[in-house]
T-cell receptor, first 113, second 114 residues
Framework: GDSVTQMEGPVTLSEEAFLTINCTYTATGYPSLFWYVQYPGEGLQLLLKATKADDKGSNKGFEATYRKETTSFHLEKGSVQVSDSAVYFCALSPWGGYNKLIFGAGTRLAVHP | DTGVSQDPRHKITKRGQNVTFRCDPISEHNRLYWYRQTLGQGPEFLTYFQNEAQLEKSRLLSDRFSAERPKGSFSTLEIQRTEQGDSAMYLC????????????FGPGTRLTVL
């Protein structure tokens, strides 16, 4: 079945460092891809999305490009802030289904001043 | 509208008891989802409603679990004869977009089974 694999955390960075969180997926057809973020004490929030190959999703300085040839959707940010500390989840919505989300295990990011 | 709400936020129960959770989606959303999240893992899909019709159920949803959305608005998730393995965060999400599936999540109900 469809699945998502993302890099294990925690990822610890200094403020203004470059961030990459790797995400790869297994799916049939053309799934939609998402990054969700969970800040401490808060619910899941959609960060960005991409619905077809080569689409780039972006929001709040974060970017991810839908790469069908490598089945990847890596999350990047050029300069992280302490306020970016959170758990990040990569997810896919299977092609042709009822749009349920299949999540990766999450990657915790800690940014230090 | 203030978003998806869930009640209660926390529930502690003894093994063998029944529990019921409520989810109120964003008012104009016709799609509603339930997920379960255990510590250190991503959410896992449980079931999906479009209006009042339950259209998909995960194999995770054993016979002890039942979900309803009687009037296509709020939904309830009931767990009968709870087991310690049911301890988790139960998340509700809603959506009104067919193509891009932008789901909005509630804060969750944390269940602890003693």
């Amino acid at each position: 079945g469809d699945s998502v694999t993302q890099m294990e955390g925690p990822v610890t960075l200094s403020e203004e460092a470059f961030l990459t969180i790797n995400c790869t997926y297994t799916a049939t057809g053309y799934p939609s891809l998402f990054w969700y973020v969970q800040y401490p004490g808060e619910g899941l929030q959609l960060l960005l999305k991409a619905t077809k190959a080569d689409d780039k999703g972006s929001n709040k300085g974060f970017e991810a490009t839908y790469r069908k040839e490598t089945t990847s959707f890596h999350l990047e940010k050029g300069s992280v802030q302490v306020s970016d500390s959170a758990v990040y989840f990569c997810a896919l919505s299977p092609w042709g289904g009822y749009n349920k989300l299949i999540f990766g295990a999450g990657t915790r990011l800690a940014v230090h001043p | 509208d203030t978003g998806v709400s869930q009640d209660p936020r926390h529930k502690i129960t003894k093994r063998g008891q029944n529990v019921t959770f409520r989810c109120d989606p964003i008012s104009e959303h016709n799609r509603l989802y339930w997920y379960r999240q255990t510590l250190g893992q991503g959410p896992e899909f449980l079931t999906y409603f479009q209006n009042e019709a339950q259209l998909e159920k995960s194999r995770l949803l054993s016979d002890r679990f039942s979900a309803e959305r009687p009037k296509g608005s709020f939904s309830t998730l009931e767990i009968q004869r709870t087991e310690q393995g049911d301890s988790a965060m139960y998340l509700c999400a809603s959506s009104d977009r067919d193509v891009y599936n932008e789901q909005f999540f509630g804060p969750g109900t944390r269940l602890t089974v003693l």
